[in-house]
Nanobody, 110 residues
Framework: QVQLVESGGGLVQAGGSLRLSCVAS???????LGWYRQAPGKEREFVAT???????VYADSVKGRFTISRDDANNTLYLQMNSLKPEDTAIYYC?????WGQGTQVTVSS
């Protein structure tokens, strides 16, 4: 079982940027990895995924603003978030298969 630990969340003004990190306890090069988020009162939703071959898919709501990347040598997944909007406020989780991290809070003020 892979353990995942997210970091990098915080409070930022609209238009700002944050970079989230997710460190895995084991090797990740053979796994697809993804970011999800859950806003207050809403269900958890897909944000972005990075396949084993490096292919990426984004939710329409973040396309062009967020970039997912991975560093397999350091077992780390990243999410670069630019042009942040108040509606991006949520707890952000990384996931691989059935394994989820504990989440990191992102708050965007208007």
């Amino acid at each position: 079982q892979v353990q995942l630990v997210e970091s990098g969340g915080g409070l930022v003004q609209a238009g700002g940027s944050l970079r989230l990190s997710c460190v895995a306890s084991g090797r990740i090069f053979n796994y697809a990895l993804g970011w999800y988020r859950q806003a207050p009162g809403k269900e958890r939703e897909f944000v972005a995924t990075n396949s084993r071959s490096g292919g990426t898919v984004y939710a329409d709501s973040v396309k062009g603003r967020f970039t997912i990347s991975r560093d397999d040598a350091n077992n780390t997944l990243y999410l670069q978030m630019n042009s942040l909007k108040p509606e991006d406020t949520a707890i952000y989780y990384c996931r691989t298969g059935v394994n989820w991290g504990q989440g990191t809070q992102v708050t965007v003020s208007s």
